[in-house]
């Protein structure tokens, strides 16, 4: 068996890429290690960007987005120096976020592909990639008993997130890794409460940086700086809130919502960008190709962004013959990665510093401060935030 393009994984990059080739009339299928149920229910993202929702309403991917959705146009920064908001709706180009879980996306993406007719294979996963330097590369699926069958078609869509198989197979002389680890990890807590603050909440602190970012009317996301390394059941809920109220300096702004925190994992900030993000036949779309530390919560929308890209490059070497997009698959993808990754930096230099007292960590924390400083006075800064925070 097979199709034109085999698409590993569905996340929002394989769901993109999957539902725009049907569209376009380009034989695909996806195959996806977990069950349903899993990849409906996993929280991850929840911040979409205005050209991330143009690529889904465009496409009669955004029912569930423009009914359910909500708009979120401010910010705010907390410090020991007081609170400010940034109205980023209101600056640079005056784009807003649309606010929709990660995993309604999902579902809405996964529901759309069966509607339009689309073969997707859940509990089938991948375990070997192969023949990308030829004609016709192939997968190695294997069925919910265990038993493997082969896949062949024309090109092979890595979109398997993190840890997939695919991005192995990519030769070590064939594209080269970027990366940082930024030595900052988080706590990222989802809490059954309704969002105690009306915007996405900064807080930096010395003890570490904390925020609250809304998800839905009942769920709200926390995220505690901790320790690397830290094993996230060591912190009792009653110390989590004691650590977020004292962050987010509570008594001087307002209570925060307690309930019961139903998710806890920790993220490490990580950014890592592969150049190019193709090999042979096999193109990568999302995590696959890279990481970008959440601190800026782009990941989901540079996944759909690339899915987008890719969709018109495999459509126009099916129906056209005209292989030129997908072999610029990477360099059109690569400059909005690379802007996405420096805003993204700079905004862990503007969350975080280390709390030693030493001379480094006093100059970290002198600069850490300074930047905060010259976003809350300077209209032309607080302009190209804007442009950045919400641009993919
Ligand atoms: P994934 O969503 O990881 O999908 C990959 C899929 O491939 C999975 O379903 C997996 O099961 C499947 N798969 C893997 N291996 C195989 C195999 N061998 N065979 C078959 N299938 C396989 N981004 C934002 O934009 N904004 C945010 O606010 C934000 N917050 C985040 C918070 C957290 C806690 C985390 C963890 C991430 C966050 N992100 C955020 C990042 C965002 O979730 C990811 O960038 C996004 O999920 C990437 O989509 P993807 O389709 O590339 O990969």
Known sequence: GGATVLIV???????????????????????????????????????????????????GLGTGLLARGTRHDTCVF????????LRYGALGREEAHTVYPQQHL???LVAEFLRRGGDLRFGTPVSEVGGLDGERPWLLAHRE?????????????????????CRRRVPADAARPHRRRHGVSWLALLVGTPPALPAVTYAVHDRGFAGHMA???????YYLQCEPGTDPASWSEAALWEELDLRMRAERFGPLRRGPVLERAVVDLESDVLDPMQYGR??????????????????????VMAAETLARGFTAAVHEGDEEPLARYSATCLPRIW????????????????AGDDEESRFLRAL?????????????????????????
């Open 9 to 59: 994984g569905a996340g929002p990059a394989g769901l993109v890429l999957g539902n725009l080739l049907l569209a376009a009339g380009v034989d695909c299928l996806i195959v996806e290690r977990s069950s349903r149920t899993h990849v409906e229910r996993r929280a991850r993202a929840g911040f979409l960007a205005e050209a991330t929702v143009r690529v889904l309403v465009d496409n």
């Open 78 to 85: 907390r410090s020991e120096q007081g609170e400010f908001a």
């Open 106 to 108: 999902v579902a809405d």
């Open 145 to 165: 008993d265990g038993t493997p069958y082969r896949l062949t078609g024309r090109y092979v869509a890595g979109c398997d997130g993190r840890h997939g198989v």
């Open 215 to 221: 998800r839905t009317p009942s769920v709200t996301r």
């Open 282 to 303: 096999l193109f990568l779309a999302g995590d696959a190709a890279g990481l970008i530390s959440p601190s800026a919560a782009k990941g989901a929308n540079l996944a």
């Open 339 to 354: 802007r996405a990754q420096e805003f993204s930096h700079w905004m862990i230099g503007l969350l975080h510093a280390p």
């Open 368 to 392: 850490r401060d300074s930047r905060l400083e010259n976003l809350r006075t300077s209209r032309a800064h607080q302009h190209a935030f804007a442009d950045n925070y919400v641009g993919v």
